[in-house]
């Protein structure tokens, strides 16, 4: 099934709340949302993911800090945020990930900038990269080679997180400010494969 298929069947669902615990002004999307604010909405403060996973964004134009979304209730920025290091109380645009698949998602980790020195090639969950045998807590460069993937800047999936697909920068992020645009540092400890 090819994603507009996909779209056209609902695989892609999302409803958003203006306010926390699924109050206020709700609207529900099948398709990307680049400014929620031209919705009449102030902000986003609960979602209920219905169908396939999302990435949400702090700021409008899909800028700022990145948040995966999977199927499940979000009744407050907590629940999104997780484990950051960094929270937002709101998120103001968000979009479908349409490449995950996550019985056939494989990365390529590399030592340098621009896919040189040492790699590591994996296809499974890693809450901490160094216990798996990468030697650094940074990870200057990164190959989505098949499905999307969630990267944390903590081990744990925890702090920042960058959302790796192999259809956007045709998979290859040669550098860390690639990863995302609030990505200032190219430290990574643990990685896993975006639910789908």
């Known amino acids: 099934m090819n994603t507009q298929q996909m779209e056209q069947m609902g695989q892609f669902k999302i409803t958003v709340w203006?306010?926390?615990?699924?109050?206020?002004k709700r609207c529900e999307f099948m398709l990307e949302c680049q400014n929620i604010m031209e919705r009449g909405f102030n902000k986003i403060r609960s979602i209920k993911v219905e169908n396939g996973p999302w990435v949400g964004f702090e700021y409008p134009e899909f800028q700022g800090q990145q948040f995966i979304l999977e199927k499940g209730d979000y009744p407050r920025y907590e629940a999104w945020s997780g484990n950051s290091s960094y929270r937002t109380e709101h998120m103001l645009s968000f979009r479908p990930i349409k490449c995950a698949n996550h019985s056939d998602s494989k990365v390529t980790l590399y030592e340098c900038e621009d896919f040189q020195g040492r790699k590591f090639e994996m296809c499974d969950d890693y809450p901490s990269l160094q216990a798996m045998g990468w030697c650094s807590k940074e990870v200057p460069s990164i190959k989505v080679n098949s499905g999307a993937w969630v990267a944390y800047q903590f081990p744990g999936y925890r702090g920042y997180q960058y959302i790796l697909e192999r259809d956007r920068h045709q998979g290859e992020y040669r550098k860390y400010n690639e990863f995302s645009t609030q990505a200032h540092t190219n430290q990574v400890q643990s990685?896993?494969?975006?639910?789908?």
Do not use: A, K, L, T
């Not at 990685?191 to 789908?196: A, G, T």
């Open 191 to 196: 990685i896993r494969r975006i639910q789908h």
């Open 18 to 24: 203006e306010e926390e615990n699924f109050q206020g």
